[in-house]
């Protein structure tokens, strides 16, 4: 099993609702290591670049408005197969579908307000850290 680093966010429903630490929590003892952590409120620009890839497709304007509605925390979480992992522990996507357990099925609001963000590919997730973390900042 390779180890591997993935970017998490925790996102602004969460924040909200002061469960950073339940969330933190749930990643530790899926065997994932914070190995960098920031809380932030992005501007629109950064949410922008950030979801990019998604620009075209009709959610884009919704997510980026969403994204800078309130503080985020960006973590770069580390261990054997961090990529899958985490999305293992995150659930899926739409909360409703997420197995009992899983950060979404307990934590998500609706699919739109669903408390987390992880990196989708290992390629991602070295785009997605360098995009929110100086290499000073990730301390193994």
């Known amino acids: 099993m390779p180890i591997q680093q993935t970017l998490s966010i ?31 409120k992005w501007k629109q620009t950064e ?9 075209d497709r009709p959610f884009y304007k919704d997510l980026v408005k969403f994204m800078t509605s309130g503080p985020i925390v960006l973590q770069v979480l580390e261990g054997n197969n961090a990529v899958s992992k985490n ?10 579908e997420a197995a009992p357990g899983t950060i979404r099925a ?5 699919i739109e307000r669903n408390s987390v963000h992880g990196s989708d590919s290992a390629e991602n997730a ?11 900042e990730i301390v193994g």
């Open 10 to 40: 925790i996102k602004p429903d969460a924040t909200a609702r002061n469960i950073t630490g339940q969330i933190v929590a749930k990643l530790e003892e899926a065997g994932l290591r914070v190995v960098a952590q920031k809380r932030v």
């Open 87 to 96: 999305r293992k522990v995150m659930g899926a996507t739409n909360p409703e």
């Open 47 to 55: 949410a922008r670049k950030f979801y990019a890839v998604h620009k």
């Open 106 to 110: 307990e934590f998500a609001e609706n």
């Open 126 to 136: 070295g785009k997605e850290i360098r995009m929110c973390f100086r290499k000073p």
